[in-house]
């Protein structure tokens, strides 16, 4: 089965709020960590990648935390915009292994 | 620099034919994966490459699905007999390394397969 999920397969919010979008793995041995954005109709996109010897990582609006004693990983998206909606997708990689992908979250802005 | 191009964008087969889809990397990368996508689900692995090599292919079906990655050329995905289980989004990634070298992966936008 897989070992990357989410908790949540869609979440709402408003334009102007922060949004955080849960993941939780359960291979201790990942030591890599990206969020992927997934617009309909389009490939992933690349938003932000974390190791495991790290626990937070900040990006343009996005801070990715990563909790390795609960195996956790979230991202936070500040300041939400109409744009920002898309499926979002933790992956985790072990070494010597494949890239693999949760389910995804669908992410809606209302304005 | 041109990012990750696959080709066709959409493609529609009937049940027993061929489907061959095709990935042209980023420049300078070497590395590309393949991965299927079903309708509200994550992307699912099925192969690795590298330039004449196949690295991991331990999530491509026994039959009928098979991949390259030729010293000159784009990545070919082919898939015989298709079947309306095989309809789904193919996406390409490549990257500059391995896998090993935890390093992002940029994907192409993918083909959609439908089979009719």
């Known amino acids: 089965g897989e070992s990357v999920g989410l908790h949540l397969p869609t979440l709402s919010v408003q334009e102007g709020d922060n949004s955080i979008i849960n993941c939780a793995y359960s291979n201790s041995a990942s030591d890599y960590f990206i969020w992927y954005k997934q617009e309909s109709g389009k490939g992933p996109q690349f938003i932000i990648d974390i190791r495991s010897n790290m626990d937070k990582r900040q990006g343009q609006r996005v801070t990715v935390l990563l909790n390795k004693t609960v195996k956790h990983l979230s991202l936070q998206i500040a300041a939400t915009q109409p744009g920002d909606s898309a499926v979002y997708f933790c992956?985790?990689?072990?070494?010597?292994?494949?890239?693999?992908f949760g389910k995804g979250t669908t992410l809606s802005v209302s304005s | 620099n041109a990012g990750v191009m696959q080709n066709p964008r959409h493609l529609v087969r009937r049940r027993g034919q061929e489907a061959r889809l095709r990935c042209s990397p980023m420049?300078?990368?070497?590395?590309v994966y393949w991965y299927r996508q079903l309708p509200e689900e994550g992307l699912k692995f099925m192969v690795y490459l590298q330039k004449e090599n196949i690295i991991d292919e331990s999530g491509m079906p026994k039959e009928r699905f098979s991949a390259e990655f030729p010293k000159e050329g784009p990545s070919i995905l082919r898939i015989q007999q298709v079947v309306r289980g095989d309809s789904a989004a193919y996406f390409c990634?490549?990257?500059?390394?391995?896998?090993?070298?935890?390093?992002?992966?940029?994907f192409g936008q993918g083909t959609r397969l439908t089979v009719v």
């Open positions: 992956a985790e990689n072990q070494a010597g292994t494949a890239l693999i």
């Open positions: 420049k300078g990368h070497s590395h």
């Open positions: 990634a490549s990257s500059p390394t391995g896998r090993n070298s935890d390093t992002e992966a940029f």
